[in-house]
């Protein structure tokens, strides 16, 4: 998957957040969840937008921890939402296996881009 492929693939997880945090229930538990989980599935399509334009491989190495490090954030509040039952589990499956997929491509792609040496001029 190209960068471009993956910035869109992260957007559009964040917008499926925004639809699973619609339908929680209106408890105090629910509302903590959702701005957490808002804010780290927003920060990872954002964070990782930034790190495609690092100036170096170096830079996009350590800029890409960032996204890496919110979409398993993410995945933390959506299988606390599954397992507090508080959406149908049902519906919950995708949307946890989208962010597990994700968090690999991003663990994957880091990997990748640390282990290509560096070209020296």
Known sequence: MNSSG????????????????????????????????LRSSF?????????????????????????????DESLFWLEAINELQLHPAKKMTSIIQETTDLASILASSRKTAKAKPTIKS
């Open 6 to 37: 993956l910035q869109l693939r992260l957007k559009e997880f964040a917008y499926c957040v925004v639809n699973v945090c619609e339908q929680l229930p209106q408890k105090k538990v629910a509302a903590v969840i959702e701005h957490r989980v």
């Open 43 to 71: 920060s990872d399509a954002a964070n990782y937008r930034t790190s495609s334009k690092a100036i170096s491989r170096k830079a996009f190495v350590v800029k890409l921890s960032i996204p890496f490090e919110e979409i």
